[in-house]
T-cell receptor, first 113, second 114 residues
């Protein structure tokens, strides 16, 4: 089946550093979304991308939808301790049911004060 | 907070039993999707309900079934529980009909099968 390859698996950074993570796939996606999940909670939507090449920001977060619609990256600038968590990319395939998102395996972010 | 509520938050069952998980969607949303998230993995799509009917299904056996009610709330039923069914079960709601409509997740039900 379709897969999203998310990297890196984990990151351990110093507070104040910038962070970059990405997702790639062999499939073309209609929509890309980035979620953050804290322990014991459901994923929380950070950014949604709809158009190829689209670059969108949400505060210190910036994400881009690749031109080929097969990849995306998420950048976090000036990381703070509350950025700790697991970040997931998720894609919706063309023709798929609206609620059917394919998720990557996540990037676990740890921030050292 | 997304407005999607799930119950119970935690559940312990034994192999072979049946379980029902419940979800109330966010106000204004008419579509509910269910996901299974195993430890250390991303969520996996189980199925979606719209207008009280299943509208899309992932790679899960028939012993995973669901319902959607007129008020758009939903249930996930799992029969003949197996040890591998132990996971966090997430419900997400959205508004059908708008391309790329965003999904909003509840906090999940943690199911342990012993």
């Amino acid at each position: 089946g379709q897969q999203l390859n998310q990297s890196p698996q984990s990151m351990f950074i110093q507070e104040g550093e910038d962070v970059s993570m990405n997702c790639t796939s062999s499939s073309i996606f209609n929509t890309w979304l980035w979620y953050k999940q804290d322990p014991g909670e459901g994923p929380v939507l950070l950014i949604a991308l709809y158009k190829a090449g689209e670059l969108t920001s949400n505060g210190r977060l910036t994400a881009q939808f690749g031109i080929t619609r097969k990849d995306s990256f998420l950048n976090i600038s000036a990381s703070i301790p509350s950025d700790v968590g697991i970040y997931f990319c998720a894609g919706q395939l063309y023709g798929g049911s609206q609620g059917n998102l394919i998720f990557g395996k996540g990037t676990k972010l740890s921030v050292k004060p | 907070e997304t407005g999607v509520t799930q119950s119970p938050t935690h559940l312990i069952k034994t192999r072979g039993q049946q379980v029902t998980l419940r979800c109330s969607s966010q106000s204004g949303h008419n579509t509910v999707s269910w996901y299974q998230q195993a430890l250390g993995q991303g969520p996996q799509f189980i199925f979606q309900y719209y207008r009280e009917e299943e509208n899309g299904r992932g790679n899960f056996p028939p012993r995973f079934s669901g319902l959607q009610f007129p008020n758009y709330s939903s249930e996930l039923n799992v029969n003949a529980l197996e040890l591998d069914d132990s996971a966090l079960y997430l419900c997400a709601s959205s508004l059908a009909g708008r391309p790329g409509e965003k999904l909003f997740f509840g906090s999940g039900t943690q199911l342990s099968v012993l």
